[in-house]
């Protein structure tokens, strides 16, 4: 079992920055392929950016490419993603996610344990 709490949304105007952490709790993080998705109202849940076991590899959706970073600290069991130049359209509500596959899926599906979200709203 791993549980998620994320933190660190919050209003910013257009073209700030914020940096969301993700907690996991339990021994076994290490092993999880770890990603961010987000939600605007009224739209699917998306995929942001996606980093494996031990941070060699990353993903990230064409949208945050250039902006957005994701890393993750095992020894803290923590994933982080700084969000840089911020725009209107990255306002959505920001889900850290947990997947036991070996891979860094764009899919919701494949991942297992989810956070319950954290708010960011970028205003113009």
């Known amino acids: 079992q791993v549980q998620l709490v994320e933190s660190g949304g919050g209003l910013v105007q257009a073209g700030g920055s914020l940096r969301l952490s993700c907690a996991a709790s339990?021994?076994?993080?290490?092993?999880?392929?770890m990603a961010w998705f987000r939600q605007a109202p009224g739209k699917e849940r998306e995929f942001v950016a996606g980093?494996?076991?031990?941070?060699?590899?990353?993903r990230y959706a064409d949208s945050v490419k250039g902006r957005f970073t994701i890393s993750r600290d095992n020894a803290k069991n923590m994933v982080y993603l700084q969000m840089n130049s911020l725009k209107p359209e990255d306002t959505a509500v920001y889900y850290c996610?947990?997947?036991?596959?070996?891979?860094?899926?764009?899919?919701?599906?494949?991942?297992?344990?989810w956070g319950q979200g954290t708010q960011v709203t970028a205003s113009s």
């Open positions: 996610a947990a997947s036991r596959a070996n891979y860094i899926s764009g899919a919701e599906a494949t991942y297992n344990y």
């Open positions: 980093i494996t076991v031990y941070g060699s590899t990353t």
């Open positions: 339990g021994r076994t993080f290490s092993t999880y392929v």
